[in-house]
């Protein structure tokens, strides 16, 4: 079966430091990855999807950045965090089909607090 | 690009159907209409996924008219773990694999 992991569960981090997070995703190949935001009681902010290694589309233009070495891990990155950059990361991933409405299956998440 | 409007909130009692609308008016013709549930601190998680008029699962029904153009949600007799918020959405009007949550629907069930 498959499974997700992001890490770490929790962040604290001041701003202006950088910012790595991982998430890998294990008994699927070549899965479509996707990098979601989300504010506090709000809805879900796409952030950055790979169809592939190396292939990275961005949604939304901001001082993160995303990047797929291997085909099943996906990292989400930062030089400098800025206050809004609080908030709960979600990576999810879908299978290979060609409707952007494939089913995506979501990690646990990431809570980061930028103080 | 498809948006999807939802209900901000809704209010319901254990041992009711609970019926949450979505309106899609720009779906395009190959787009499917997915829904997803959300606990607080997890990631949203599958829950039924249809074309056109009616796809019922073991947790939930969903009713799509011959239009498209909105789709409803119904939870047949909800507990109160049912309490939670309800994403509606489509696929990107310009295909490929980009998605869209709307802000979801808050579901309060009472005791």
């Known amino acids: 079966s498959q499974t997700i992991h992001q890490w770490p569960a929790t962040l604290v981090q001041p701003v202006g430091s950088p910012l790595s997070l991982e998430c890998t995703v294990e008994g699927t190949s070549n899965p479509n990855l996707y990098w979601y935001r989300q504010a506090a009681g709000r809805g879900l902010q796409l952030l950055f999807y790979s169809v592939g290694i190396g292939q990275i589309s961005s949604e939304v233009p901001q001082n993160l950045s995303a990047s797929r070495p291997q085909d099943r891990q996906f990292i989400l990155s930062s030089k400098k965090l800025l206050l809004s950059d609080s908030g709960f990361y979600l990576c999810a991933w879908s299978g290979t089909g060609a409707s952007s409405t494939d089913t995506q299956y979501f990690g646990p998440g990431t809570r980061l607090t930028v103080l | ?111």
């Not at chain 2, 073991?58 to 009713?63: C, D, K, N």
Request: aromatic share 12%; hydrophobic share 35%; net charge neutral.
């Open chain 2, 1 to 111: 690009l498809a948006k999807t409007t939802q209900p901000i909130s809704m209010d319901s009692y254990e041992g009711q159907e609970v019926n949450i609308t979505c309106s899609h008016n720009n779906i395009a013709t190959n787009d499917y209409i997915t829904w997803y549930q959300q606990f607080p601190s997890q990631g949203p998680r599958f829950i039924i996924q249809g074309y056109k008029t009616k796809v019922t699962n073991e947790v939930a029904s969903l009713f799509i008219p011959a239009d498209r153009k909105s789709s409803t949600l119904s939870l047949p007799r909800v507990s109160l773990s049912d309490t939670a918020v309800y994403y509606c959405l489509v696929g990107d009007n310009d295909g490929g694999f980009k998605t869209i949550f709307g802000a979801g629907t808050r579901l309060f069930v009472k005791a």
